[in-house]
């Protein structure tokens, strides 16, 4: 018998085998930066539970939360590398990666949750996710996002005019660093947990936050003075490794994308319900002494943030005239 004539008949046997035994159990591993009370946390957990059952317990997902598998630059490198399958990913690091990104974080290119809802949602926030792929080698599924951005200080700020020179605390990223730089104050990188203990040994002055983190971590114990600014959206993206991805089955890719899509869109959602809840509760506290500031006290450094970014951020007018169509509707 001829090689051939052997081969072929086993070879088929295996594969029809193989294709009747069910997919390869896998425990897909998720990190995010965000402590466990957070919505994002949450949402993570929520996700694995999800797609637990929908696999009939085939699938499972170990969630890792605050930063337990590092920083955001270590988990893009390990999703890079496959060492991580997923991550839900604020847009900070993928912007510092694909500057691009930066766009989603120009001053003022929404003026409240509800538009950056609408924003996140649009087919232009959904084009950059094409980018993801060849230029970080991870593969974007869909938008998240945190409330708003508000300033916090140690002392009394009637504006941005009090801010200057101030250490302010801001989120690892070159936007919103440009942005402070422009506006005169001293810009201080810090993760999100660090940030309580340097407001509370005076490291920093001031910090760059959104209504819900100022109340879950009572970063009001150290600095009583809120600006309302609703100066930035605060987009996340959920991610899923591509190297995992490309050796995914179609029916597993299927089944991650429409579960993280149904959790991330939760997650947009419930900041969008809860803005206003958590700005009145921020009002109710005796001891947090509120100011609002708008577009127009920050003119300066919106122009000289433009003159950088209009560069940098090809996709910053497809925005703006996204942006500008739900302003308008
Ligand atoms: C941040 O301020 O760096 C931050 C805030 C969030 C979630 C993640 C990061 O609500």
Redesign the pocket.
């Known amino acids: 018998m001829s090689i051939k004539k052997f081969v072929t008949p086993v070879m088929t046997g295996a594969l029809a085998l193989m294709m009747a035994l069910p997919a390869q159990a896998r425990d897909f591993r998720l990190g995010l930066?965000?402590p466990p009370p957070?919505k994002?946390t949450q949402a993570a957990y929520a996700f694995a539970e999800d797609v637990k059952e929908k696999s009939g317990g085939e699938h499972s997902i170990s969630v890792f939360p605050a930063r337990q598998l590092g920083n955001e630059a270590q988990m893009v490198q390990q999703l890079q590398t496959g060492a991580l399958d997923m991550a839900f990913l604020?847009i900070?690091e993928v912007s510092n990666r694909v500057p691009d990104f930066g766009a989603l974080y120009a001053p003022y290119l929404v003026e409240n949750i509800d538009q950056a809802a609408a924003l996140l949602r649009s087919e232009a926030a959904g084009e950059l996710l094409n980018q993801l792929p060849s230029e970080a080698g991870i593969v974007g599924i869909g938008y998240g996002m945190?409330?708003m951005r508000q300033v916090m200080s140690r002392d009394a700020a009637q504006g941005p005019e009090d801010l200057v020179g101030k250490k302010l605390r801001i989120?690892p990223f070159e936007p919103i660093r440009d942005f402070y730089k422009a506006a005169g104050s001293a810009p201080t990188p810090l993760?999100?947990p660090a940030?309580y203990d340097a407001l509370a040994n005076g490291q920093i002055d001031a910090i760059?936050?959104?209504f819900?983190?100022i109340l879950i971590f009572k970063f009001y114990d150290h600095a009583e003075n809120l600006l309302i600014s609703n100066h930035m959206m605060?987009p996340?993206v959920g991610v899923v490794s591509g190297r995992v991805w490309k050796d995914l089955s179609k029916e597993e890719r299927q089944l991650l994308q429409t579960s993280m899509r149904k959790h991330l869109d939760g997650v947009i959602d419930h900041f969008q319900q809860q803005e206003k809840l958590q700005e009145q509760q921020l009002r109710a506290l005796d001891k947090v002494v509120i100011q609002e500031v708008s577009k127009d006290d920050f003119a300066a450094a919106i122009a000289e943030w433009e003159k950088i970014w209009s560069e940098k951020a090809k996709s910053l007018p497809r925005l703006r005239q996204a942006a500008a169509e739900i302003k308008g509707s």
């Open positions: 930066i965000t957070h994002w604020t900070a945190a409330g989120t993760p999100l940030v760059d936050m959104d819900d983190s605060f996340m």
